[in-house]
């Protein structure tokens, strides 16, 4: 036997120094090919992967309360026969664009911004600063930059020039917002079996409204109905089946009084109430009457996946036992990590006939960004894929690596780039071709069969990294060293076009 050695407060994996470092803005737009790149780019890897993200979060040095705060930023990084090549650019709001012209911060962000001048100059400015900095998604021939409070900005694939507010052909209104978690369903039961992209809006105000929107191959909008939300709702994500989609009303409180006076944020005037229940509410897609169901408290922002089962649903979402947020007046940058608690992976289980939901914790590492095989969004699936902590042990911690869930034997393989390494979202990609629609709407071979890829900040080198993992092996493929840093970003989406 071997004696272990063992410390009660172990070696963290991370540096709190270096990974400040990739919260700095990126100011450049950069266009070129890339060279310096370890392995190899697999052959048949063909299309560009968009991401968005905060870039911006200083405006000539005034920085921003919050990441979630800062100016939409695009990357894209295209792939071809074993080639890459990146671009970069903002996203030409109309906010972006009076603040950099005239070097201040000139609107006050949800997240706890505040224009220059103090409380004064932002008491009674309810004005929201589309930032357009969530989401960015390819559909309907359109790019589509997203930020959920606000309308989706249109911007040129090629160049990633913005091109104005989207309105979808006048079914979106002015001030209408477009969420920024669109699902895409491979085979849509509302369009002959079509691929379509479903998506939702909540307008806040003295009622709250839930909007579910349904959008054809060609972006036309072929679905649009309302649904009045009982009481206060912060909702950024939902869940879709081939009947219904999902929605999990956290149960929060709202004292605007902070936000009138010009103090906080609206988003931080938000308080969690784990002692009352968490809404599931299921709205037929089809335009149903909503039914809405009492579960364990808990905060989710996110969704794996949902899919129908005999009994009623099966939910997968990252679950948090507190809403993640920060003591006002500390700086983000200098979060106690452990102090907060981590995202967990959970699936829950509606039962119809009693209506009671069970909750069972699917994987306990901290994790964040679950993303599924696209054929799968809706049906019953295996794998899952997040960004996760280094450390196994449960507590909170920055993600630095990728991990595999799997749902049937309850495996996980981690892929980890600690102690220099920072991840993000992993976006999966089928090795298999999609069909002519352009979407993957089949599984071809095994689910796991296609490339995991992540953009990777390295606070060492202060760059960051595009790597692609074999989502069968969760090992190395190639790993694209970038030229610069990309600050840590939110969502992306994969098209092989
Ligand atoms: O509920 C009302 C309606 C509404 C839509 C009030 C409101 C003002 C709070 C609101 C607006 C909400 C907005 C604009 C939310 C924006 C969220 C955002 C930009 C990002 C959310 C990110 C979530 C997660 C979980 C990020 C995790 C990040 C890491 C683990 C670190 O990289
Ligand atoms: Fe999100």
Not at 39 to 66: C, K, S
Not at 153 to 159: C, E, I, S
Not at 266 to 295: D, S, W
Not at 302 to 321: K, M, R, W
Request: charged residues 25%; proline residues 6%; glycine residues 10%.
């Amino acid at each position: 036997m071997t004696a272990q050695l063992t410390s009660t407060t172990p070696a963290l994996s991370y540096n709190q120094k270096e990974w400040k470092t990739g919260y700095r803005s990126l100011k450049e737009e950069f266009d070129y090919d890339i060279t310096d790149i370890e392995g190899e780019i697999p052959a048949e890897l063909h299309g560009t992967l968009f991401r968005n993200g905060p870039g911006m979060l200083d405006v000539n040095g005034e920085r921003v309360n919050h990441p979630f705060d800062g100016d939409g930023m695009i990357c894209a990084i295209s792939f071809d026969q074993g080639r890459a090549h990146f671009r970069n650019r903002y996203v030409r709001t109309e906010g972006f664009e009076a603040e950099q012209q005239a070097g201040k911060i000139l609107r006050r962000g949800v997240f706890g911004t505040q224009r220059s001048g103090g409380p004064l100059f932002n008491a009674f400015d309810f004005k929201l600063k589309n930032i357009a900095n969530t989401q960015v998604v390819y559909w309907g021939k359109k790019l589509l930059a997203l930020w959920e409070a606000a309308e989706p900005h249109r911007l040129d694939p090629a160049t990633l020039e913005t091109q104005g507010l989207e309105f979808f052909d006048g079914q979106l209104a002015k001030g209408e917002a477009f969420a920024a978690h669109p699902w895409i369903d491979p085979s849509s039961k509302f369009d002959e079996g079509r691929p379509t992209l479903v998506n939702f809006a909540i307008k806040a105000g003295v009622s709250f409204t839930l909007t579910l929107y349904e959008l054809n191959l060609e972006g036309e909008m072929i679905q649009k109905h309302d649904y009045p939300l009982p009481g206060f709702a912060f909702i950024h994500d939902f869940a879709v089946t081939p009947n219904y989609c999902i929605f999990f009303q956290n149960s929060v409180q709202f004292n605007p009084l902070p936000f009138v006076f010009g103090q906080k944020g609206a988003g931080e005037c938000i308080k969690f109430q784990p002692e009352k229940p968490t809404k599931l509410i299921v709205i037929p897609r089809g335009g149903g009457k909503p039914q809405t169901y009492e579960m364990d408290s808990g905060f989710v922002f996110h969704h794996a996946n949902a899919f129908e089962t005999e009994q009623g649903l099966t939910i997968d979402s990252v679950c948090y036992a507190d809403i993640p947020q920060l003591e006002v007046g500390l700086d983000f940058l200098d979060v106690d990590f452990q102090n907060l608690k981590p995202g967990e992976l959970w699936r829950f289980k509606l039962d119809r006939a009693s209506g009671k939901v069970e909750g069972e914790v699917k994987l306990s590492r901290c994790c964040e960004f679950p993303m599924v095989h696209p054929a799968l969004v809706g049906r019953e699936y295996r794998y899952t894929y997040l960004g996760a902590a280094d450390q196994a042990d449960g507590s909170n911690a920055p993600l630095q690596g990728i991990v595999k869930v799997d749902l049937q034997t309850g495996e996980e393989t981690l892929w980890s780039a600690a102690p220099a390494g920072y991840a993000n979202e992993p976006v999966f990609i089928p090795r298999a071709q999609p069909d002519a629609s352009g979407c993957y709407t089949q599984v071809d071979g095994a689910e796991d069969d296609g490339w995991l890829t992540a953009v990777i900040y390295d606070g060492k080198q202060e760059r960051s990294a595009i790597v692609i993992l074999d989502a069968r092996t969760m090992e190395q493929v190639a790993r694209l060293n970038l030229k610069h840093h990309v600050p840590y970003g939110l969502h992306g989406t994969f098209t092989p076009e």
